[in-house]
Each structure stands twice: as structure tokens, then as C-alpha cells.
């Protein structure tokens, strides 16, 4: 493991931003999804429809300000899909503190070897990617047919977090 280095991503208008992942990011997981929940829990049982705001809550700069010239609802529109595997291997590279490289997640995500992931990343803020369950759903966002599906990505109700209804 190489020492913690800052994780950046090029947001849909071109800016490159850092990623952050911090007690703030944590709490405002928590604070949307609901106790006991962390970026692991989050994307394992949400699967990719949640990547544009779990990215949007690390690209909050010091104090916690959006940052400039971006707001979730552009993200959310902007982001193309195609972009999942590198989306959640930026996340989960910022949570480890760019401590694992970036390139070696997304490579493991978009293989689907969610064995290797939680190698790479091990303990997430208390809690281990399940890399020995039959369950495992977070999603590379690789298989559009398989993780893309509305039945298998999103299975929030109407009033949890985050939802929106389909236009």
C-alpha cells in the first residue's frame, strides 16, 4: 500500500475535483440512508443508482461546501453510465484515502471480482465488502442487462432517501 494520497475526478463539465472521504462524508451517509449505514452498505444495497449522490456527498470541499459550479441534480444528469466502474473505484479509493490505486479497483470492479475489491479496499469505516456471500450485490455497472436493471439497482421505496420518480 502506497501512503494517503488525495483521489481526483473529472466531473461531466470537464473540472477536475478532488474526492474526499472523511467523518463528514460519513455522517452525511448516515444522515441520508439511516444508522449503521457506510459507502460499503450503501452500494451494496442500493447498487449503482446511488453513485451520483454518494460521489456528489465526497466532492464537498473543507466545511462541507458544494462545490462550485456543481449541483447534485447536474451530476446526477451528467454522468453517463458507462462511468459506474469508475465512479465506485474513485469512492471507494477516496474511502481508503488513496492509500490502494484507483486503476487496480475499477480493473477488479469491471471484471466483477468483487473477491479482489475487498482485498483491495478490506475494512470500509467498520465494515468488510462480503466477498464470501452468494448475495453480493454491488453492482460494476459493467452488464448493463444484469446490474442496470431497475429490480436490481434500486429497490428503495417511494419515501427512503434519495428516491425519484421516473419522468
Known sequence: MRPAQPVFFT????????????????KAIVERYGDGMNIVAVLNKYG???????????????????????????LMDDLDLDQSADVMATLLCAAKRGKVEKKMIEEA???????????????????????????????????????????????RSESEPGTSEAV
Do not use: H, W, Y
Request: with cysteine; glycine share 12%; charged share 25%.
Open 48 to 74: 449503482d443508482s446511488v453513485l451520483p449522490e454518494l460521489l456528489f456527498m465526497c466532492l464537498a470541499g473543507r466545511g462541507g461546501k458544494p462545490p462550485e459550479g456543481l449541483t447534485e441534480e447536474q
Open 11 to 26: 466531473t461531466p463539465d470537464g473540472i477536475e475535483r478532488e474526492v474526499r472521504f472523511g467523518f463528514r462524508q460519513q
Open 109 to 155: 470492479i469491471r471484471k466483477g471480482d468483487m473477491k479482489e475489491v475487498a482485498r483491495l479496499t478490506g475494512s470500509i469505516s467498520g465494515l468488510s465488502l462480503d466477498s464470501n456471500s452468494d448475495s453480493q450485490t454491488m453492482n460494476s455497472g459493467t452488464s448493463p442487462s444484469e446490474s442496470l436493471s431497475p429490480s436490481s439497482t434500486d429497490s
